[in-house]
C-alpha cells in the first residue's frame, strides 16, 4: 500500500512540468523566439486582472497583448524592446520587476536598514553590561529594612 | 534621561508610521494607473468609420476641436449606463463626443462577427440610450486602443484642440465626475482653445 502511494507520487511528480499557459494559434520558426514568447507572457501583467500576467489571464487586454507580444517578436524585436514598448504604453506596472527609484528604492533598502540598526543594537547591549548601581540598591534595602523594624 | 524618552519615542513613531501607510492604504485603488499617454499627441492611426467604412480617419482628426474620445462597445455595460449622461452634455453644453468602438466578439484570432451585424448592434444601442458620437472610429484590430493604453471600457481620453492627450479617464462619466474633474478640465481646454484663435486673429491683423 505505502509502496503504491510512494509510487503513485514519484510518478506524479516525474510527470509535473510547468504548464505552458498560452499556446493558442502562435507558431514561431525559432525556438528561441517561442521561448522568449513564453518568458516575456509571463513577466508582463495584465492591467485589467491584476494579479495575473498575461499569460494566464483570459481578458480581453490579454489577448490583444499575447498577440502584439507575437507580432512584436515576428518582426524580430528583442525582449527588451517588447518590454520598452509595453511599459511605453501602460506604464512601470506593467512589468513585474519594479525599476529603482526613489519611491521603490526602500523596498531593498528598509530591510536592509533594520537588520543592520538591530545587530547595532545587539551588540552594543552586549559589550556595555549594565552597571550595577550598588550605592543605590544598598540605600534602598537599608530603607526597606527601617521599614520593617518600625 | 532625555536619551531613554527617545529610545521609547522609536517605536511609537514607528507605529504611528505605519499607521499612517495603512490608513492610506484603505483609500487607494489599485486599479488608478499612472496614465503613460498624458500629455502625449495621440498616437498615429488610420482607421475607418464605423458606419461607413470607405470614410478613414487619422490622428490629425481631433486638431482643431477639444474632443472627448470615448471608448466603448455594445457589449459593455456601464458604456450603456453612462450613453444617457453624455447624450445630455452633448445637447446642453455642445460637447464633442467621437466613439473609439471596438468590439469584442471580432476577434481578429477567430472572427466570427460580420461587421453589419455589429452596426445594426450599434444602430439599435444608440438609438435606445441616445447618441453622443459625432462619429465612430472602428478600432477593428484593437491597436490603437494598446496605443493608448487602454485597458477596458469605458474609458475617456480629454483631447485638446492641437490633438495633445491632456487627460485619461479609466471608467464611466457620471455626474460627480464631469463636476469635480472631466468638466474643469474641459471648459479649460474650451477657454486655451478660445485664447489660441484670439492670438492668431490678432497676428493677423
Same mark, same amino acid.
Request: hydrophobic share 45%; glycine share 6%; with cysteine.
Given at each position: ?5 510512494? /509510487? ?7 510527470? &509535473? ?8 494559434? &502562435? ?9 522568449? +514568447? ?10 485589467? @486582472? ?12 490579454? %489577448? ?20 520598452? &514598448? ?6 512601470? +506596472? ?57 | ?16 508610521? /505605519? ?27 488610420? /482607421?475607418?468609420?464605423?458606419? $461607413?467604412?470607405?470614410?478613414?480617419? =487619422? ?13 466603448? #462597445?455594445?457589449?459593455?455595460?456601464? @458604456? ?22 471596438? $468590439?469584442?466578439?471580432? $476577434?481578429? =484570432? +477567430? ?46 481620453? /480629454?483631447?485638446?484642440?492641437? #490633438?495633445?492627450?491632456?487627460? %485619461? %479617464? ?12 472631466? #468638466? ?14 484670439? #492670438?492668431?486673429?490678432?497676428? $493677423?491683423?
Amino acid at each position: 500500500m505505502m509502496k503504491n502511494i510512494f /509510487l503513485l507520487l514519484v510518478l506524479t511528480l516525474g510527470l &509535473y512540468e510547468p504548464a505552458l499557459a498560452v499556446e493558442d494559434s &502562435y507558431a514561431f520558426a525559432d525556438p528561441a523566439q517561442r521561448v522568449a +514568447f513564453l518568458e516575456l507572457t509571463a513577466v508582463l501583467r495584465c492591467p485589467m @486582472c491584476q494579479n495575473q500576467n498575461i499569460a494566464d489571464s483570459d481578458a480581453m487586454i490579454a %489577448h490583444d497583448m499575447r498577440r502584439k507580444v507575437y507580432s512584436l517578436l515576428k518582426e524580430g524585436k528583442t525582449k527588451q524592446e517588447v518590454i520598452a &514598448y509595453m511599459k511605453d504604453r501602460y506604464g512601470d +506596472f506593467v512589468y513585474y520587476k519594479p525599476p529603482v527609484t526613489f519611491a521603490t528604492i526602500w523596498l531593498w533598502a528598509l530591510p536592509v536598514i533594520f537588520i543592520v540598526s538591530l545587530m547595532y543594537f545587539v551588540i552594543r547591549r552586549r559589550s556595555q553590561p549594565p552597571e550595577q548601581d550598588i550605592d543605590a540598591k544598598l540605600k534602598q534595602a537599608e530603607a526597606m529594612l527601617k521599614q520593617d523594624d518600625s | 534621561m532625555n536619551k531613554k524618552l527617545g529610545l521609547l519615542l522609536i517605536p511609537l513613531v514607528l507605529f504611528f508610521l /505605519l499607521v499612517f501607510f495603512l490608513f492610506q492604504g484603505l483609500f487607494s485603488d489599485p486599479r488608478q494607473l499612472d496614465s503613460q499617454a498624458d500629455g502625449k499627441p495621440v498616437p498615429g492611426f488610420s /482607421l475607418p468609420d464605423l458606419m $461607413d467604412p470607405a470614410t478613414t480617419y =487619422d490622428q490629425d482628426v481631433f486638431k482643431g476641436e477639444v474632443t472627448i474620445l470615448n471608448v466603448w #462597445g455594445v457589449w459593455c455595460v456601464t @458604456c450603456a449606463v453612462e450613453m444617457p449622461f453624455l447624450t445630455q452634455l452633448r445637447q446642453q453644453q455642445d460637447v464633442h463626443f467621437v466613439g473609439l468602438y471596438f $468590439d469584442q466578439d471580432l $476577434d481578429p =484570432d +477567430f472572427g466570427t462577427k460580420t461587421l453589419s451585424r455589429v452596426q445594426d448592434e450599434v444602430t439599435d444601442m444608440l438609438s435606445r440610450y441616445g447618441n453622443p458620437y459625432q462619429f465612430n472610429i472602428f478600432d477593428v484590430y484593437r491597436d490603437t486602443s494598446l496605443d493608448l493604453g487602454v485597458t477596458g471600457a469605458p474609458e475617456h481620453f /480629454l483631447i485638446d484642440s492641437q #490633438g495633445v492627450i491632456r487627460m %485619461h %479617464h479609466i471608467g464611466d462619466i457620471n455626474e460627480r465626475v464631469w463636476k469635480t474633474k472631466v #468638466g474643469p478640465l474641459y471648459q479649460q481646454l474650451i477657454a486655451e482653445k478660445k485664447a489660441a484663435e484670439q #492670438g492668431l486673429h490678432k497676428g $493677423d491683423e
